[in-house]
């Protein structure tokens, strides 16, 4: 009898070991804490509370929330209040926050979503696209992949659902006046984190920097933003220019689009060319696909910044 309530004892400690994240639950942003980093901490918790047969000492583990204040350890739920379809497979999607209360977040940090598919958990890193100072709500720009599974689970959000975010992460954090000018190489859903710097410095009547901001995206009708963008290179120290890849002539262009506008691909001659054109001494700051991210860093040394002069996302 006792040996069966022992066997029994262990069963129940057993059935509340951390069980090991999936591969698809990272979401391979470099986050800190990494679902890894949680898992490894929460064993460690278990652990111990089974060599002193404490189940008390697990009660500070969890996973998710309904509390609306972020944690980068644990998963808050949010509303979304308004879903908009830029493209045919890219959203713009805003989340509620409570009263007039600001997310929280500096320029250049990003959150992470959680998401399941058929059972499977899956997590992604986006950046919010609203100013930090917005209040109420936070906005992000989500592009859907055919047969991506975080794209199946976006694709089925509703006005009205909750979704669950983490966070604060992030490796760049934008400082005010820091820097003589920032250029910034963005590529498709990549103008993100450009969006909430871009936002931090025109919104400061103090902060002085200069920006450059190259957009590259397939087609005109494909660019995200244009209204925002449109209002930015309004102010007298960002200049905006479009890199398209699969346009051939500035033809079918508005005119206000024609002169800052390069066809083909973003490469080392005009990456050589814009860096030279800065009216300071840039720092750059790179976000896109693996692909382009690691093409813009091979430009950008080649046009003669060093290796601590530029930031990839």
Request: negative net charge; charged residues 20%; contains cysteine.
């Amino acid at each position: 009898m006792g040996e069966r309530a022992g066997d029994s004892a262990e069963d129940a400690w057993w059935q509340l070991r951390p069980v090991e994240p999936l591969p698809s639950q990272c979401c391979g942003s470099g986050c800190s804490p990494c679902v890894f980093d949680l898992y490894q901490r929460n064993l460690a918790r278990w652990e111990a509370a089974r060599a002193r047969n404490d189940e008390s000492l697990l009660r500070g583990k969890q996973s998710q929330s309904d509390s609306l204040k972020l944690s980068p350890e644990t998963f808050s739920a949010f509303c979304i209040t308004a879903m908009e379809q830029l493209t045919k497979d890219t959203y713009h999607v805003r989340f509620a926050l409570p009263g007039n209360s600001q997310l929280g977040l500096k320029p250049g940090q990003h959150l992470v979503l959680r998401g399941v598919v058929d059972g499977l958990e899956i997590q992604r890193a986006y950046t919010p696209i609203s100013s930090a100072s917005a209040e109420g709500h936070f906005d992000m720009l989500i592009k859907c992949y055919q047969n991506g599974l975080m794209s199946q689970y976006v694709e089925s959000w509703r006005t009205g659902d909750t979704a669950f975010w983490r966070g604060p992460f992030g490796g760049f954090l934008y400082e005010p006046n820091k820097y003589g000018e920032l250029l910034m190489l963005a590529a498709g859903t990549g103008l993100a984190p450009m969006v909430s710097i871009l936002h931090s410095i025109t919104d400061n009547a103090e902060d002085e920097t200069f920006v450059t901001l190259v957009c590259c995206f397939k087609t005109f009708e494909g660019i995200y933003l244009k209204t925002f963008l449109q209002e930015q290179a309004r102010f007298w120290n960002v200049r905006i220019f479009f890199v398209l890849s699969q346009e051939t002539s500035s033809g079918q262009l508005p005119c206000s689009y024609r002169e800052k506008t390069y066809f083909g691909r973003l490469g080392q001659e005009l990456v050589r060319e814009l860096v030279g054109s800065c009216r300071r001494q840039p720092f750059a700051l790179v976000c896109g696909s693996l692909e382009f991210t690691k093409d813009m860093a091979k430009c950008l040394l080649c046009a003669g910044l060093a290796e601590d002069s530029y930031f990839l996302f």
